[in-house]
Structure formats: structure tokens, C-alpha cells
């Protein structure tokens, strides 16, 4: 059975753009999660959705938004970035979400860089 | 605020020695833990996990003990073996989270063969 894949693996973006990272997670999995991971520190959570409605989010600011879609799958968005949005951004599926305590499986992560 | 805490950076071992990798955490309300592995330009890799009903959980080489009265966590690999060599994260979620994950900052093994 296939992973947690996400899309791009790289992408680089120069300050004020907006972008857009996508996720799929392993099949049978309602739940998806976003984390923003900088260089020596761990993944920070920035969002939670479970059954296409958000369940949590983060203490990251109105420019980062997502959605989930009918299959599962979802997406990020960060609008107006910042040189300090360059990061590396991991999407992990689960069964249960916010239903219950689950062992969440990462993606492969996606390496934004703002120049 | 950080409520998961990794306080070693990096640790080395002997191939075939133990390799004691040590968390600990604030949220009393936490009741899931887990450990991740890993390696370079790749996501993290479930390892392991415990709930707050035991202290201890067994998986080959890997072991995780769970102290709930002093909110301390530690990952055992015995014995040791250079394929090992990553950063391991420890994390902390729970129903009065969310299911949330907190982790830690990560502590970098190196397996010395």
C-alpha cells in the first residue's frame, strides 16, 4: 500500500507570492494533519482536518490555510510568504483524527524555500 | 511554549552498546506517546508508541518506559546498530489536545560501528 505522498518534493518562491502544497494520505485515512518543520527544531502543528472540517489548528497566522477534499486528500496555502515561511512541510494521515489518540504517518515533505 | 522537551541534542554509541534517548513533557493532560525516526530529506518514521495506561512497551530492539509521575519518557535500542544513526523525536498528543502532536526538538543519534 502506498505512504503518505505529498507534492512538490521542492519548491522556491520569492517573498509575497503564494503557494500551494497538496497531500494524499494512505488509503483509508479520513484524517489529515499539516506541520511546518525549520531547521533544528521539531515539526510544529499548524492544522488538523478530519472528515473535510478543520479539527485543530496552530498558532500560525491567517496567511496559512487548507482544506480537505471528498477523497481525503488536501491541501495548504500560504499567501503573502515570508522569508521565514521557508521550511520544510510534512502532511501526516491518520484513521481517527480527533476521535481518539492515533499514530500519525508522514509524508516525504515538501522543502519551500522563499528567497 | 514548549511542552515537549528533548534536552540531549545528539548522543553517540558503540555499535551493539544500548542507546538511551531521553524526553520529557508538561502537559499531564497528554496520554499517547511516540517515538520518530528520522533521516535526512525524508518525513518522520513511526517507531514506536505507548499509551499512559502502561509503563513500558516492547518492539525488538526498540523499547519506550513511561514515567507518568515525573513526565518522562526514554527510548531504549539494544543493541545499537549503525543503520540507526538519525534524529529521533519523541511527541505527545491526547484527547484534551485534540489529538494534537507536540513534539520535541529531536536528538541526534550516531551509531559508531
Known amino acids: 500500500d502506498a505512504g503518505v505522498t505529498q507534492s512538490p518534493t521542492h519548491l522556491i518562491k520569492t517573498r509575497g507570492q503564494q503557494v500551494t502544497l497538496r497531500c494524499s494520505p494512505i488509503s483509508g485515512h479520513k484524517s489529515v494533519s499539516w506541520y511546518q518543520q525549520v531547521l533544528g527544531q521539531g515539526p510544529q502543528f499548524i492544522f488538523q482536518?478530519?472528515?473535510?472540517?478543520?479539527?485543530g489548528r496552530g498558532n500560525f497566522p491567517d496567511r496559512f490555510s487548507a482544506r480537505q477534499f471528498p477523497n481525503y486528500s488536501s491541501e495548504l496555502n500560504v499567501n503573502a510568504l515570508l522569508l521565514g515561511d521557508s521550511a520544510l512541510y510534512l502532511c501526516?494521515?491518520?484513521?481517527?483524527?480527533?476521535?481518539?489518540?492515533?499514530?500519525?504517518?508522514f509524508g516525504p515533505g515538501t522543502r519551500l524555500t522563499v528567497l | 511554549d514548549q511542552q515537549v522537551k528533548q534536552n540531549s541534542p545528539s548522543l553517540s554509541v558503540q555499535e551493539g552498546r544500548i542507546s538511551i534517548l531521553n524526553c520529557d513533557y508538561t502537559?499531564?493532560?497528554?496520554?499517547?506517546f511516540l517515538w520518530y525516526k528520522k533521516y535526512p530529506a525524508e518525513g518522520p518514521t513511526f517507531l514506536i508508541s505507548i499509551s499512559s495506561i502502561k509503563d513500558k512497551n516492547e518492539d525488538g530492539r526498540f523499547t519506550v518506559f513511561l514515567n507518568k509521575s515525573a513526565k518522562h519518557l526514554s527510548l531504549h535500542i539494544v543493541p545499537s546498530q549503525p543503520g540507526d544513526s538519525a534524529v529521533y523525536f519523541c511527541?505527545?498528543?491526547?484527547?484534551?489536545?485534540?489529538?494534537?502532536?507536540?513534539f520535541g526538538t529531536g536528538t541526534s543519534l550516531t551509531v559508531i560501528p
Open positions: 511527541a505527545a498528543t491526547g484527547r484534551a489536545s485534540g489529538n494534537q502532536f507536540y
Open positions: 482536518y478530519y472528515e473535510k472540517e478543520e479539527r
Open positions: 501526516a494521515s491518520s484513521s481517527r483524527g480527533a476521535q481518539g489518540t492515533d499514530t500519525q504517518y
Open positions: 502537559n499531564s493532560m497528554f496520554d499517547y
